[in-house]
């Protein structure tokens, strides 16, 4: 029996920032120094597994009394430590209801969170939407919970995948023709002034696209947004 397809409007891969304070292992993470911090996987739809396998990672000795300390966070219901490599651990966890606007997010905006993780002290997470509104939506939420929550990035999920690398039509085929031709080839086959005339734009504009294009894979790349620091 085939399967019916719905077509939906496009969408929407936006990155998202939320306090620690505010959020999940507050105060775990002001109990430790340097403590890095990743969603393993991110299940949708289920009330009772949100964000359920976190990895932890530092060196030995910061393991020290982590455990107490996890069990000591008011934000974590129960956590399980299923591996230990020493300087990484993978738990298991069960939150409390500060977790709600990921909730809100997975369930009434049938969003997915492609990754989540703690930079500095704050939860940054990467999330696919199907339409711009949910976020506008998913922020009044936030607001009325007496979350801060801030949209650090947005960018449409472009048919051809594209956009997920938060790319410009024009930033896209810049950098294709510079492969093509052979500008990141060592040495290069083409110089700037050559492919400036192949593209039909001046030198100093190609430079300029070809900059900001650079930026974009790089910070998609490393996942830090510009504004982070």
């Given amino acids: 029996m085939p399967v019916a397809v719905v077509e939906t409007t496009m969408s929407t891969i936006a990155e998202l ?16 120094d340097n403590l890095d ?27 020290e009394g982590f455990d107490d300390a996890l069990a000591d966070d008011p934000t974590v219901e129960a956590a399980e430590r299923l591996t230990d490599l020493d300087d990484e651990r993978l738990y298991r966890m ?22 989540a993780s703690v930079e500095g002290r704050q939860w940054r997470f990467r999330v696919l939407v199907p339409e711009r509104e949910s976020l506008s939506r998913t922020y009044d939420f936030a607001t009325e919970q007496g979350l801060t929550i801030e949209v650090r990035k947005i960018h ?24 093509e031709h052979g500008y990141y080839e060592i040495p290069r086959v083409i110089d700037m002034d050559a492919l400036s005339d192949e593209l039909d734009v001046s030198h100093q504009a190609l430079s300029e696209r070809l900059r900001r294009a650079h930026l974009t894979l790089v910070e998609e790349a490393i996942q830090v947004g510009s504004g982070d620091g």
Avoid at 40 to 61: I, K, L, N, S, T
Wanted: glycine share 2%; hydrophobic share 45%; no cysteine.
């Fill in 37 to 63: 911090v990743e969603i393993e996987r991110v299940v949708a739809y289920d009330p009772d597994h949100v964000m359920p396998y976190v990895w932890f990672a530092d060196d030995e000795a910061a393991f």
């Fill in 17 to 32: 920032t939320v306090p620690a304070q505010e959020f999940a292992l507050r105060e775990t993470l002001e109990a430790t």
């Fill in 94 to 115: 069960h939150w409390v209801d500060d977790v709600t606007v990921i909730l809100h997010l997975l369930t009434e905006e049938r969003a997915t969170v492609m990754d």
């Fill in 156 to 179: 449409r999920l472009e048919d051809d995948r594209r956009g997920r690398y938060g790319l410009t039509d024009a930033q896209y085929e810049t950098l294709v023709a510079a492969l």
